[in-house]
């Protein structure tokens, strides 16, 4: 990656995290946690990683995003406008009855989202199915899904990651938001997914870990290596940080889902460099 | 059918913080166990958790789990609440309630949060309003949907003391008490809370106190509405259904749940069978989906308000 490149993808997460405040600030509800937590992944895969066309964001052979962790779509309603595909407006609207961005992402309110999601771990199965049909179609499509470590506590994700691992869907790569967070307390406590990158080997998957998830180079390198695994599925665990980039948010699961006050608006602005 | 007459609505409460006070007052029971899917306090669970640890089993996210989990914690003695959020207890798990809970006839109380589009802004992936249908139609489900903070109380303590698997439906807003305070309820009793002669309302969950709002507001313009809190949807208060039946100008069925399989078909198909025709109109979600937006605002938009309500009331009368 260039540093023109670079540079200009850090702009744009400082933009995004700006957005996810200003949403849900306005909206006086949803998930900052969790959307914070994903915005470079979701940057580099849609600026950089994936094959889709901006000015034809349905173009068919596309490759496929899916969001199964729905919460946190404030992160991608602000992508979708970045690249141009809804009008900023309608982030002003997000959650509310008069807008069209819902607070889980909705396929039949807004097609942008590949699939309907919300319902963690449902959006693996729909990958897999996704990755599949792409297979067998003979089409060059990859497809890939965010999915949460909580979701690992689901028993529908590992029906989707062994029926992957056992079709050898090499056009699929899971991206793992590893914040160690859920909405009730640290994920370790909760049910201990760990050791996950086992699990999914034992299943199958070729598996490489990334240590700052919030480093495009690293994440870069990366997506690159999914791109060259043959014969099998790949998981790509992304140590992040839950609230990246407000300070008061950062590790914090109370800031899974919280209504922003004035006060910590303006703060959380402040951080990211906007004085109100 | 018990008869009340409720004059006005006390202040807001909400009503799933009926569910975490009702679980400390049974807490001493060694037999109430709490499972939760890390929504604790969202549905008021983690208020029993803090109190006793030993008996409050957090799993995360397992619904299918949960619901298994719960049958066997039955098989042994224990009495199960389970917790999530309506959409989660009755959608994802579904066949684990009717084999494993149902079918095999455990002591499983499914109580649900956020039922209905009152769940808001977080929108119709987890608007449940199609529970009534999926729990209805499980044999021997018991339904219920207390209207308020004091009827969910009154309910929850009717579910303890039953022995059988029940669900119940809670919803998240804050709400204005239709009821002064709990009172003894029988489970499968609809309760009369306003007499009038025109139009009978029935309605279930916070619908109530909007039918009541618009019942009370009418009156001054010299309509006689009478309102039937259905706390229980199934089974159904049939000596409730046949008295609303009796005035002049029909039933109408208020629910936040789409038409199929819901109250107001219930209602329809038990006058059908009886034979009795009446004028019926219906304020529910239809056969549509909901989205996001304050719960205040989705329920003017889909007409499930006491304006909404009002406007339906006034259509019947001509
Ligand atoms: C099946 C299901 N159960 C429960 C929930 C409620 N819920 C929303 S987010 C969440 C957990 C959040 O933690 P995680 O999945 O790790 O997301 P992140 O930390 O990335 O925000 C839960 C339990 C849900 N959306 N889906
Ligand atoms: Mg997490």
Redesign the pocket.
């Known amino acids: 990656m260039n540093p023109d490149e670079l540079k200009d993808l850090k702009e744009k997460a400082l933009q995004v995290r700006r957005d996810i405040i200003e949403m849900t600030y306005r909206a006086q509800s949803g998930?900052q946690?969790?959307a914070l937590?994903?915005v470079e992944i979701g940057l580099l895969l849609f600026f950089k990683v994936m094959n889709i066309r901006r000015e034809d964001p349905f173009y068919e052979d596309r490759d496929r995003f899916v969001l199964s962790?729905?919460?946190?779509c404030a992160t991608l309603y602000s992508i979708w406008s970045l690249l141009g595909w809804i009008d900023r407006e309608e982030l002003w609207k997000f959650r509310r009855v008069d807008g069209m961005l819902q607070g889980h992402p909705s396929r039949r309110r807004t097609p942008l989202a590949e699939t309907s999601t919300?319902?963690?771990?449902?959006g693996t199965s729909v990958a897999v199915g996704m990755a599949l049909g792409l297979k067998m179609w003979g089409k060059p499509s990859r497809v890939y899904a965010l999915i949460?470590?909580?979701?690992l506590q689901?028993g529908q994700t590992w029906e989707a990651v062994e029926t992957a691992g056992n079709k050898g869907l090499d056009n699929l790569t899971f991206i793992l938001?590893y914040?160690g967070?859920?909405?009730e307390g640290d994920?370790h406590e909760i049910n201990d997914p760990t050791p996950i990158e086992e699990k999914f080997r034992a299943f199958k998957w070729e598996t490489y870990r990334v240590e700052d998830g919030h480093d495009f180079v690293q994440l870069y390198e990366a997506f690159t290596w999914a791109k060259g695994v043959k014969g099998k599925p790949q998981l790509i665990v992304a140590r992040t940080v839950?609230g990246k980039g407000i300070s008061f948010m950062e590790n914090r699961y109370e800031w899974?889902s919280k209504v922003l006050t004035e006060d910590l608006y303006r703060k959380a602005m402040k951080e990211l460099g906007v004085h109100l | 059918m018990k008869r009340y007459e409720i004059k006005t609505l006390g202040p807001p409460k909400a009503i799933r913080e009926a569910y975490g006070d009702f679980l400390l007052s049974v807490g001493e029971d060694e037999r109430v166990v709490v499972i939760d899917?890390?929504?604790g306090h969202s549905t008021k669970a983690a208020k029993f958790g803090e109190r006793y640890p030993d008996r409050y089993v957090e799993i995360g996210?397992q619904?299918q789990n949960m619901m298994g989990m719960a049958a066997g914690l039955a098989a042994v003695g224990k009495i199960p609440f389970t917790s999530?959020?309506a959409i989660?207890s009755t959608g994802?798990p579904w066949e684990q309630i009717r084999l494993s809970i149902a079918y095999s006839n455990f002591n499983v109380k499914i109580v649900a949060t956020h039922g209905g589009i009152a769940t808001g802004e977080d929108g119709a992936s987890?608007q449940m309003t199609e529970d009534f249908a999926l729990m209805g139609a499980i044999p021997g489900m018991k339904v219920l949907s207390p209207s308020d903070y004091y009827s969910a109380l009154s309910v929850l303590r009717a579910v303890y003391e039953y022995e059988g698997y029940v669900y119940i439906r809670l919803v998240r807003p804050k709400t204005p008490t239709v009821y002064p305070e709990e009172f003894p309820y029988s489970l499968g009793e609809a309760n009369l809370i306003k007499d009038g002669e025109d139009v009978a309302v029935i309605a279930t969950g916070i619908p109530v106190h909007h039918a009541l709002k618009a019942a009370l507001d009418l009156e001054k313009e010299g309509v006689s509405v009478a309102v039937y809190d259905f706390l229980s949807v199934k089974p159904l208060d049939e000596e409730a259904v046949m008295d609303a039946a009796r005035k002049r100008h029909g039933v109408l069925v208020v629910e936040d749940h789409v038409f199929w399989g819901g109250l107001g078909m219930a209602v329809s198909s038990l006058l059908a069978r009886k034979g009795i025709s009446v004028p019926l109109s219906f304020v529910n979600m239809g056969d549509e989906f909901g989205r996001s937006g304050k719960y205040e605002e989705l329920y003017r938009y889909y007409g499930l308000d006491a304006e909404g309500i009002k406007a339906r009331i006034r259509e019947m009368i001509g």
Not at chain 1, 69 to 72: F, S, T
Not at chain 1, 118 to 122: A, E, F, H
Not at chain 1, 148 to 151: G, L, P, R, T
């Open positions: 998930h946690g969790g937590s994903w962790k729905g919460h946190a919300g319902s963690l771990s449902q949460s470590d909580a979701e689901e938001d914040n967070l859920q909405i994920v839950k899974h | 899917c890390d929504l996210i619904e999530t959020f989660f994802r987890h």
